[in-house]
């Protein structure tokens, strides 16, 4: 795949450089809708390995589709945020939409800190800014692991990705959560293993009221895309029984 040039101002990731988190920017490993993922050399304080900086886009060109469907029932269950604040984020006001791009920062960095530390396949994160998070870099330097959609499986390496990726969905269930925009776009492929990426929009299948959509949306996405490869998995199946199993807590 290789990386493309940077052309960007930077001057958050050059914050990190300053701290010594971040040596050098290699390059971009992909231009994203609402990140640019780049390819950078750890600094002393993360051991001088490859990470992946994820650079969120500034909110004025950055649009989430249909952001509601996710933030239905988040604010539930956490303290400390002032009803005046809530409103604002419903309302979609300016103070709401700048609180809110904190927060998908902010979230996805959490949730890949609560997967991480679960043993589920995500990169491990490393650190967080404002609109950035460093994290594990999955692939080699100059060949950045690619998503799914570019690689071809033979039979047995499809079965035992989509085992694996099955396996982490309901890992993920066992920690409450729902990817929620689970495709083969968002998940790597390197040296034989899956990583799960891409969680901002995770949602708590405890309190968002669209779990059970996103769960069998998550579920149809990664069995179409295995059928190609003659694996067959029964999608309906597979979802309503992780949920039948979620309720009962039996994950
Ligand atoms: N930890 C990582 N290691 C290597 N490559 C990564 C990593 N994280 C992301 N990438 C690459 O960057 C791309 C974009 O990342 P991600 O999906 O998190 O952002 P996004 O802006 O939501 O992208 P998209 O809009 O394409 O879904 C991924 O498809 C993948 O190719
Ligand atoms: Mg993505």
């Known amino acids: 795949m290789g990386l493309n ?14 701290s010594a988190y971040i040596e050098d920017i290699l390059g971009v490993v992909k231009s994203g809708k609402e990140a640019t993922v780049y390819c950078v050399r750890g600094g002393e304080r993360l051991g001088n390995k490859l990470i992946a900086a994820k650079v969120y886009r500034s909110m004025k060109v950055r649009q989430f589709a249909n952001a509601s469907v996710y933030n239905a029932g988040r604010l539930r269950g956490r303290g400390g945020i002032r009803n ?23 979230d996805e960095y959490e949730t890949l800190n609560l997967l991480y530390n679960a043993g589920i396949s995500v ?12 994290m594990e870099y999955i ?12 690689v071809h499986l033979s039979h047995d390496e499809a079965a035992k990705a989509f085992g ?15 990817h929620g925009d689970l495709s083969p776009y968002n998940v790597l492929y390197h040296e034989g293993r899956t990583r799960i990426i891409d969680v ?6 405890r309190f968002n009221p669209n779990a059970l959509n996103l769960l069998d949306r998550d579920v149809e996405n990664i069995c179409r895309h ?13 979802s309503r029984g992780l949920w039948a199993r979620y309720l009962r807590s039996e994950l």
């Not at 990169?123 to 460093?134: D, V, Y």
């Not at 694996?164 to 729902?178: F, G, H, P, V, W």
């Not at 901002?200 to 299948?205: G, H, R």
């Not at 295995?226 to 597979?238: K, L, P, S, T």
């Open 139 to 150: 692939g080699e330097e100059e060949d950045p692991a690619p998503p799914l959609t570019n």
């Open 200 to 205: 901002p929009q995770a949602v708590d299948a």
């Open 123 to 134: 990169p491990r994160p490393l650190q967080m800014a404002e609109r950035i998070i460093l």
């Open 164 to 178: 694996e990726i099955i396996a982490s969905i309901e890992q993920m269930l066992a920690c409450d959560r729902i």
């Open 226 to 238: 295995f059928e190609r490869f003659g694996v067959r998995g029964d999608a309906w199946r597979i």
């Open 5 to 18: 040039r940077v052309n960007e101002d930077l001057s958050e990731l050059d914050a990190f450089v300053a």
């Open 84 to 106: 005046r604040e809530i409103r604002a984020m419903e309302n979609r006001s300016r103070i709401g939409r700048e609180l809110s791009f904190g927060k998908w920062v902010a």
